[in-house]
Every structure is written in C-alpha cells, then in structure tokens.
C-alpha cells in the first residue's frame, strides 16, 4: 500500500508490509525516518494529520499519533501549534557509497608465516571448557572482572609459563590481554609514560613492530640480526633503553639467540636501566629438542614476555598474556583497564579449564607431530626441487628461511610465484628501509598441509633453482 | 632426596620427587633455575660434574648432560673449557612481596549503578551460540579477522540498531569493539588526530568520561545537566568541538534528552563542525513506551554511537560497537587494528547467532520484566519507608535518583547506609569538582533482587527519611 501526499508534501511513499514480521508502527517510524534522512521530507515540511494518515494507509488513528509522538522524541518531527505536525530536522542527505573493497588477491597456496593451522582448531575442547567455564561461573565472574584479568587463568598462566618455559612468575605478575599486540601496546605505553624516548627493535623482523613503536610517541631504533641473533653490541651503542625480541626463534629468520647474546642483552639492560620484551610468538613447538626457555625466567625485573594463544591455538581466541617487572605493574594493569576494562571473563576461564585439563597440553603434543611432519615434507620437497637451496631456521616454530644465492632478486621470485597462485614473501619487506642483507625467502608452513606444500613447492621449483 | 655441594659451593639443595607428574628433568632443571634466581648459586660459581651429580641425585648422566645444556641455552650456566660447567649469570633475587589487596567492604546489599541482573544471564544460550559458531565457523574465521569486525556481526549489528534503535547503518559503518570504554578510546584518539583538543562531557556525568578525555590527551569541558539533559546553550559557549552524552537515559540522573535539546545539540555539532559521541547505554529498557531512538538516526554523519552488550548480557562478553560518522572510519579501523587486531571472532559470531536467533530479543523482554518489576519494588518501598522522597529518572534503565531536601548532607547518608552493609552513591560524586547541585542519591537495581531491594530500603528508611 502506498500513499501520495500531493499537494501537501513532495511526493512521499510509505510502503507498509502487513506479512512483514516487523510490527506496523515501527514500519511507519522507519518509512518515516527514512523520508527525512534522504531528504524526501524537508525541514519545517507539514505531515498529514494523524486522522488522515491512518485512512490513507488503513491503519489506526492510535498507531499514527503514537508514531509521531515517537519521531517527536526523537528529534525527527515537532508539533505545531494545536494540531500540525512538521519535520524538524532534515540533515544533510549522506550520500552513501559503498567504499570500494580491494581484497588481497587469494593464493591457493599460501606459505604466509605467522598462522597456525587452522583446520587442526580443538573446536570440541574450546566449546566443552567454554562449557565448564559457563556452568562453573558465578554470578560475580559475569559482571566487569579483574582488568589484570581472571585471577583464575593468572594462576594457571603462571603455572604453565614455569613449566614449560622456564618464566618466574607467580599471578601477581601476569596481566591477561587480547594477544600480543595490545600487550605490546601496553608495554610501550607504560615505558613511554616511565620516560623512555626510544625502543630498539630486530632488523629484519616483524613488519608491525617499529609501527607499535611509533604509535606509542616513541623512536623505533633498528638493530641488526645474524646468525646468532640481536646484534646486542649494536644495541649498547643507541640511546634505546628498550628492545623488542624474539629470542626462542627470531621472526622472520629463525635464529636462535645465543646463550652469550642472552647474557649480553640482560647486561645491556642492566646497564641502561632498561627493559627487554620478549615476543615468545612461537616457542611451544620446538622440534630437535626442549624449548629454549623464556628469557624472562633468567631476569624477571628485567624481562617483559608477552606470549598469546594465536600460535597455540588459534588467532580468533584473542587471549594472551604479559609477565610484568614488579616496577611496571600497576601502570600496565591500569592501562589496560582504561584501554578496554579488561579481557572476556567467560574467554579466560574457559582458558583456564582448558589447561588445567590437559587438553591444551594434548593438542600442543599433537599440533608438534603435525608442524614436524610440514617441516619434513617442505625440507624434503626443496631438496628435490632446489637442493642448493639451504633452509635455516627450522629449529622451532613453523616458518623458515630459504637463503637465496647473493644477486638473486627475491621480488621477482615472489612475483612470478604468485603469477602461479603461491604465496610467497621475501626476506626484504621485514627489513628496515636503509638496510640490506643476503636475499631470502619465508616459507611459513603453519597453515599449509603438507599435500598443499609438496604441491607448492613442485609449482615453483624452476624459480627457486635460478634464484 | 637432597644433596649438598658443600665444598664445591654454598649449600645447595635439590628436591627431586619421583612421585611428582613433572619429569626429573624438568624437575632438575627448575632446580636450578631457582638456585640461580635466588642467589644460592652465584655468578662464576662451578657446578658439580654431571657424573657426580648424576650419582648424588641417583639419575642418568644423560639426564644432567640434558639439563646442563638446556640451561646453558636459556644463559643461567655455560660450560667453561673442556668440562667445568658455571653459573653464568645471577640476577638480583627479586624480593617477593606479594602486593597488599585492599578489597572494597562488600555491601551484603549494593545499589551501585551500571550493573545488569547477573544472575539471568542467558547461559544456555549463550553456549548454544558459541556451540553454532564454533560449528560453522570457516578455517579462515580462526585466523586474524577482519580488525573492523566480523562482517557477519557487523550486518546484524546494522540491523538490529535499525530496527530497535532507528538507527542508520550499514554493515561497513559498524565498528566491533570490546565494549564501551575501548569504543569510546578509539573514538577519542581519532578526534585527537583529527585536531580536536577539547571534548564536552555530562556535569553529573559517568566518572570515567573526563578520564577517558585526558587520558586521550584530550581536554574534559563539563557541561551541566538540568532536568530536560545537557544544557547545549552552555556547551556552544565553549571551544569544545566534541561531546560524549547519554541521551536516552542521562548517567547519572535518568533524565531522557528533550527533543529540542537534541536538535539543539546536532545543530551545534553543525556548526562548529564537531561530534556527538552517544553513549548508548542502557537504552534496551524503557519501561513506559518505546525507547527514545539513537540521536546517530537523525544525523550519521556528526554522531558517534556507542553500545555494548554490557547491560543486555553481561559485561564479562566484552563485546560493542561503534557507529562510526564516514570521515572517521579508516582512522578507527586502523586504531583498532593497531590495539588489538579486532575482537574474539568466536565471540563476535556467537553474538551475531544470538541475535539472529531470536534468543537475544526474548532475553531483553525478559529482562524487561525483571527490570520493572524492580523498578516498581524501589517506588513502593521508598513510598513506604520515605513518602516525602521524590525519585526521578525512572523511565528507562535499571537506576533512578532519589532528590534530597536541600541542605541534606548525602555523603552522611551514604556512610550511614555502609554501616549497615548498604551499599548507596550519593549524586556528588558524579559532579566535577568546582560544580554544586542538589544532594540526591543514586539508586541502581540492575542487580538487586525485589526482596533486597525491600530489605535494602526498609533498612535505611529512617535515614532517607532524616534527608
């Protein structure tokens, strides 16, 4: 049913849908919003009165006037007078324009670093601990929680980071944040306003991490990465007295610190009067041996670790978590209760009933055999396919590097891999802009199985040989 | 059983317990860590062989080789020529003094304001949202999501907000944040960057507003409230080109923003090219007709709108929006994804099947019910026990304010109630320093039972009664 409001109004159409669900009010509102919003009813324009209204559209006399006195409250219409009901405000017509959506072009197989394998995701175990954690919660757990996060999975966290990763800590020191992200951010936040002007971070690394630095109103200083690690002589000699490490396995090379560039960046800290955060990003899956531990355990008033769930078990979960020197803790505590009142309560207890069960420790157990056996195929596949390529890195994690001969042009590479719909990234784009290195590829093998790797590998072979 | 390096080095103990699920390796290897850690072992220091220790402590040479070398990796020992193994590296022993909790006195019955009826959150289906989300969930929805939201929650948010909030929105203008605090921060910090230096706030307003402001490096401006809402002749008399209000239902005073008010306001927002930021907070519950609909429905380019499921479940979901105007789109987004690279996408789809679902309307009507049954036990035991009392602010929410005679000393009255394990907010402590009004008090009933709500006020009637 339309109605036309000639003569009175510009041409006006309400269209009312009695076999919608929604009820006819609040069509009549919604067709009326709308009129004004796009400009069809013009400020100060008379609407029909609610008698005529009601006959034109076979509706009751009741349900106009209510409609209108709604729109009234609202701001969209006034009432004149006795009897006349006008349109109050008509703003500008928005124009909408959908924003053009220029979706990265998907490759069929993608060797990305930094995704676990999305598929082996212990949906049954997430829901039946969810489970728990709903049956198991008090009313209290439900309201705002603790903004240091669930006393609860603090516990748990700090046990398990004992366990397996050598940390010193106890719930005290553990804040619980969204992953690793807004735990740095808390980080910087809380060094930037303890008057640290800049904070080193790993050339080549990861592409966020100067980008956090800045975005706290703070200098990122680059310092280069070899074969053994953070170059901490190079770092002794900038103004930072902060630095962002991976030292279980450095993103994007895969080095493992050595026990001396331990001791030297713990020292150099000592020095400063600095901090060191650890970005424990993939330490849990370690294949020749154990783990190397956190460097947090070695100087807990030292050592910021942050580590998450996005590696162990899946991005999507947003859970992770700082180990916190007794010096910062109550400003990153209250930042992060300003910054969002703190993490999901029902999230972090299903957390905490999932490692106390075993079950993280199982799937853990299970997810190692899976990366090992992708380490294995993709080792395998290039050693068919580029046997003079050399892979490093692979002792942890699941990403490595393939070392590309000096003078290979790893743009072009990545270029004509993706030409082939295999995703690619060279060593280049985790560099900073003035500093250079041998050419390299990073082979992430997190998400891809091992069919899609022998497969992928074989597609580009030819490239991989001329590089 | 223990052993003691006496001779070799200080008295040294190390527990290992075969009964224990941890391995003896790990159990070793802890061991020693702590002796480190706590000084017991000391830099330099020359550890036992691994034969003789493996003898003391009963266990396999291998076992102590593995332990050594394990730790020589994480820095806390290093092997010095051919044999000798020493501690590399001790820390400081950090003094663990676990920090003093000072708890709030717990009121055996407490109107504080802003909490929803934890005892009827929908667990059941809740769980069975999260059970159909983490079913249908995609590989890809468990990696990093889109930071803006999930788009399939970003769609149904549009839709609910239009059908119940007469908002205008679609799916690209929603913003998935983890409740109102992180909204309004990202809100704040991309007025800031767009050149904004002073936000107006409410005068009795939520505490947190003017430190949201500052903490934004922003400059609070309080603007009074009266009873028809913000006073928007005070607020253009200002250089504030934003304001953060609560027009549906005034924190704290309950006061429903009058029409003219919010046209009044938008025209400001007009004029001075600036932003209403809507604090959509309780909104849900209005008891005697319709919800008065999102000022962001008169004017989506100039207003802000923010809500959460903090009062409709609960708050331990963390989970909101914010209706972002176009020209501050990209920038939040952005913001967001630098925070915490989006909220918990199984959450965010979990909500989304609530909502679809149908659970989450009947929920609210529930909760409707619940609210105004309570809401009617407060009138009529105030009524009973004060009849001079006025309460004001009852046509929406779950708190209402109850006007004290001038002169009465609120902060009394509150200490007083304490005593007897009340728990009452007197309206001043909602006010900015340099302003005054009438004493009043605060009554929330979110989360207070019909029986306390009439134990609660029968037990400090003589003292309302004395204001």
Same mark, same amino acid.
Request: hydrophobic fraction near 40%.
């Given at each position: 049913?339309?109605?036309?409001?000639?003569?009175?109004?510009?041409?006006?159409?309400?269209?009312?849908?009695?076999?919608?669900?929604?009820?006819?009010?609040?069509?009549?509102?919604?067709?009326?919003?709308?009129?004004?919003?796009?400009?069809?009813?013009?400020?100060?324009?008379?609407?029909?009165?609610?008698?005529?209204? &009601? %006959?034109?559209?076979?509706?009751?006399?009741?349900?106009?006037? @209510? *409609?209108?006195?709604?729109? $009234?409250?609202? !701001?969209? =219409?006034?009432?004149?007078?006795?009897?006349?009901?006008?349109?109050?405000?008509?703003?500008?017509?928005?124009?909408?324009?959908?924003?053009?959506?220029?979706?990265?072009?998907?490759?069929?197989?993608?060797?990305?670093?930094?995704?676990?394998?999305?598929?082996?995701?212990?949906?049954?175990?997430?829901?039946?601990?969810?489970?728990?954690?709903?049956?198991?919660?008090?009313?209290?757990?439900?309201?705002?929680?603790?903004?240091?996060?669930?006393?609860?999975?603090?516990?748990?966290?700090?046990?398990?980071?004992?366990?397996?990763?050598?940390?010193?800590?106890?719930?005290?020191?553990?804040?619980?944040?969204?992953?690793?992200?807004?735990? &740095? %951010?808390?980080?910087?936040?809380?060094?930037?306003?303890?008057? @640290? *002007?800049?904070?080193?971070? $790993?050339?080549? !690394?990861? =592409?966020?991490?100067?980008?956090?630095?800045?975005?706290?109103?703070?200098?990122?200083?680059?310092?280069?990465?070899?074969?053994?690690?953070?170059?901490?002589?190079?770092?002794?000699?900038?103004?930072?007295?902060?630095?962002?490490?991976?030292?279980?396995?450095?993103?994007?090379?895969?080095?493992?610190?050595?026990?001396?560039?331990?001791?030297?960046?713990?020292?150099?800290?000592?020095?400063?009067?600095?901090?060191?955060?650890?970005?424990?990003?993939?330490?849990?899956?370690?294949?020749?041996?154990?783990?190397?531990?956190?460097?947090?355990?070695?100087?807990?008033?030292?050592?910021?670790?942050?580590?998450?769930?996005?590696?162990?078990? &899946?991005?999507?979960?947003?859970?992770?978590?700082?180990?916190?020197?007794?010096?910062?803790?109550?400003?990153?505590?209250?930042?992060?209760?300003?910054?969002?009142?703190?993490?999901?309560?029902?999230?972090?207890?299903?957390?905490?009933?999932?490692?106390?069960?075993?079950?993280?420790?199982?799937?853990?157990?299970?997810?190692?055999?899976?990366?090992?056996?992708?380490?294995?195929?993709?080792?395998?596949?290039?050693?068919?396919?580029?046997?003079?390529?050399?892979?490093?890195?692979?002792?942890?994690?699941?990403?490595?590097?393939?070392?590309?001969?000096?003078?290979?042009?790893?743009?072009?590479?990545?270029?004509?891999?993706?030409?082939?719909?295999?995703?690619?990234?060279?060593?280049?784009?985790?560099?900073?802009?003035?500093?250079?290195?041998?050419?390299?590829?990073?082979?992430?093998?997190?998400?891809?199985?091992?069919?899609?790797?022998?497969?992928?590998?074989?597609?580009?072979?030819?490239?991989?040989?001329?590089?």
């Amino acid at each position: 049913m339309a109605v036309q409001w000639s003569g009175l109004t510009p041409a006006t159409f309400i269209q009312l849908d009695r076999q919608s669900p929604d009820a006819l009010g609040s069509q009549l509102q919604n067709a009326l919003r709308t009129a004004v919003r796009e400009g069809r009813l013009r400020t100060g324009e008379r609407l029909p009165s609610s008698r005529r209204l &009601a %006959v034109d559209l076979g509706v009751s006399r009741g349900l106009v006037q @209510a *409609t209108y006195e709604q729109l $009234e409250a609202e !701001g969209y =219409l006034r009432a004149v007078g006795g009897s006349a009901t006008r349109v109050a405000f008509s703003p500008q017509a928005a124009v909408v324009t959908p924003p053009k959506r220029t979706p990265a072009a998907r490759m069929e197989i993608d060797f990305a670093p930094g995704r676990p394998d999305l598929n082996s995701f212990p949906a049954r175990d997430w829901l039946w601990a969810c489970g728990e954690a709903a049956r198991t919660a008090a009313a209290r757990d439900l309201g705002y929680g603790d903004p240091q996060g669930s006393i609860r999975l603090r516990e748990v966290i700090a046990s398990y980071l004992q366990r397996v990763r050598g940390a010193f800590a106890g719930a005290d020191d553990v804040v619980i944040c969204n992953g690793f992200t807004q735990g &740095a %951010v808390l980080t910087l936040a809380a060094l930037r306003a303890a008057g @640290a *002007t800049s904070v080193a971070v $790993e050339d080549p !690394g990861h =592409l966020d991490m100067p980008v956090l630095v800045r975005r706290a109103g703070l200098n990122p200083v680059f310092i280069p990465v070899d074969d053994r690690g953070l170059v901490v002589d190079d770092l002794a000699r900038t103004k930072a007295t902060a630095v962002i490490v991976t030292p279980a396995h450095q993103a994007p090379t895969g080095v493992v610190l050595t026990p001396d560039r331990r001791l030297a960046l713990l020292q150099w800290a000592e020095q400063v009067n600095g901090v060191v955060i650890e970005d424990d990003y993939d330490s849990e899956f370690r294949y020749d041996k154990q783990s190397v531990g956190s460097l947090q355990g070695l100087a807990a008033d030292r050592v910021v670790s942050i580590g998450s769930v996005s590696k162990s078990l &899946a991005p999507a979960i947003r859970l992770g978590w700082v180990l916190v020197p007794r010096h910062l803790r109550a400003r990153i505590a209250e930042d992060k209760r300003r910054s969002d009142r703190g993490s999901p309560t029902l999230d972090q207890l299903a957390l905490a009933r999932l490692m106390e069960s075993g079950r993280f420790d199982r799937h853990l157990r299970r997810m190692r055999g899976v990366y090992a056996a992708r380490r294995n195929e993709l080792v395998e596949a290039i050693g068919q396919h580029a046997p003079d390529l050399v892979l490093t890195g692979l002792a942890a994690g699941f990403h490595a590097i393939a070392q590309l001969p000096e003078g290979a042009n790893e743009v072009e590479i990545v270029d004509a891999a993706a030409q082939r719909s295999v995703g690619l990234q060279g060593l280049g784009r985790y560099r900073s802009p003035n500093s250079e290195g041998p050419p390299g590829i990073v082979f992430g093998f997190g998400d891809v199985n091992q069919d899609a790797i022998r497969r992928g590998i074989a597609a580009i072979g030819d490239l991989l040989r001329q590089g």
